[in-house]
């Protein structure tokens, strides 16, 4: 008889992952913590420890399931750090001539797999709603792939808030119920926290020792790491936090990390839990009246909607659409990214929990972080980087269109119809960072103006060609245009001393 090796990555930790449903218990099950993976960029602590101590936790139940599981510690000597090494080591090690894996998230650990000698098939991952193929048939078929259509689509795929051919409530779509500002109390304590077990305390011990150096804290150290965990954490969400969940979904506090998210999707994005079982969850809490059409359509939409759509964009563009880059910009990451210190309220504070959690919301990632990086310019292929680093859910497959699509514009508008920019009113609007911070969000230009005036002009000037014909935008350089000349010039000046001032890492 052929003997096989099943290959299970960090993130396939889903009991019917596609490769272990076409297992069966003579085959050895190989998984592996590796340095390569563990690497290619400085994750946060947090997120290698999640996935380490995940892994253990999968491997362990596997076995108690009467599976043969081959598991490389990172700290084994015999360890060769890389994937395929992995693979090569224990075929040698079993007799195993084949390998059955399902296919990684990521074009670059596809191509590791296609280049080791061994005779690797790599399965479709299955754990999606719609596969490579169903949705380059969609895409096949549109000029433009906006995800309001594919999410219909999926809506009627699945039945999910549907009555009948018809949406449940009437509409696709409440996201205008969804933009109330910060509000002043929480009635939420944020997600459920789980105390470090042994398991868990051996992979911090680990981590701290070989990671020193890499952003973020380690400790404390408080996510699930097993399914059953995940799943309370999911019940806790939708008993405590789903209701109110579209409401203050696009808010942003300075003391409160979480609001009313669910704070799950490195749970979801590592297998811990079912797109299916997350979504069924939400839509009994409508059908029993525990919360209302507009959050749980809100919410599942993210799900079956921007998550599956994301996945899709990436596979359909291809390896190269993380250095996409149709704008042009070159300027370096500024060290405010990785902590030093800025007067800018709401990056220091997005960034400051992005340190503590490997966590931030939307909201603060597309119209925080990632609308100053587009408006200063910066190149999206470090910004990339940085949202591959930093969050404990970050994987290339659902960052890469968020981050070069979504929120830097990068991939010419695959993603969206226009960027995702703004002043500081926005954030004024739907957060309280302005009301303390050293720079003031009224002020458009002068000392103490907030930068966020200056550069949305400086953005949608220096990129007039582009958008001034997006029927979307026209407005905007009208506005412009009806400014007077001094102050026009004015605008442009600051701007330039101070991305001037970034550049030589002075204070800003
Ligand atoms: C610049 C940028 C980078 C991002 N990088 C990632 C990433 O690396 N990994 C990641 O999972 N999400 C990413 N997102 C999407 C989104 O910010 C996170 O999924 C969300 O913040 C996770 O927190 P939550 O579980 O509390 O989500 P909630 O706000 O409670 O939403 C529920 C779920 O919907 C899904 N979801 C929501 N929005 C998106 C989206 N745009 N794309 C895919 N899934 C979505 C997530 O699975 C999430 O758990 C990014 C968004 C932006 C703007
Ligand atoms: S004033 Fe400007 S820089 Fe300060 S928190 Fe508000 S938007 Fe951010």
Redesign the pocket.
Known sequence: MVKRLILILGDQLSPDIAALKQADKSDTIVMAEVWDEASYVAHHPKKIAFLFAAMRKFAARLRDEGWQVAYSTLDDPDNTQSIPGELLRRAEQHGAQEVLATEPGEWRLIGALNDCPLKITQLQDDRFLASHSEFETWAEARKQLRMEYFYRDMRRKTGLLMEGDSPAGGQWNFDHDNRKPAPKDIAFSGPMQFTPDDVVQQVLRLVGDKFPDNFGDLEPFWFATDTTQARRALTHFITYALPR?GDF?DAMLRDNAFLY?????MY??AGLLSWQEICDAAQQAWRDGHAPINAVEG?IR??IG??EY?RGIYFLEGPDYTRRNVLNHTRDLPGLYWGAKTDMLCLSKSVEQTKTEAYA??IQ??MVT?NFALLAGIDPYQVHEW?LAV?A???EW??AP??IG??QFADGGIVGSKPYVSSGNYIAKMSDYCKSCAYDVRKKTGQGACPFNLLYWDFLIRHRERFAKNPRMAQMYRTWDRMGEPRRKTVLTEAAAFLDRMDKGRPI
């Not at 998210?261 to 999707?265: F, K, R, T």
């Open positions: 969940f979904q998210h669910a704070v799950i999707s979801l994005n919410f993210q799900i921007w998550r994301m919301h939307h990632r597309l990632g949202y969050y859910d970050a994987y659902v960052e968020n981050v979504m929120s």
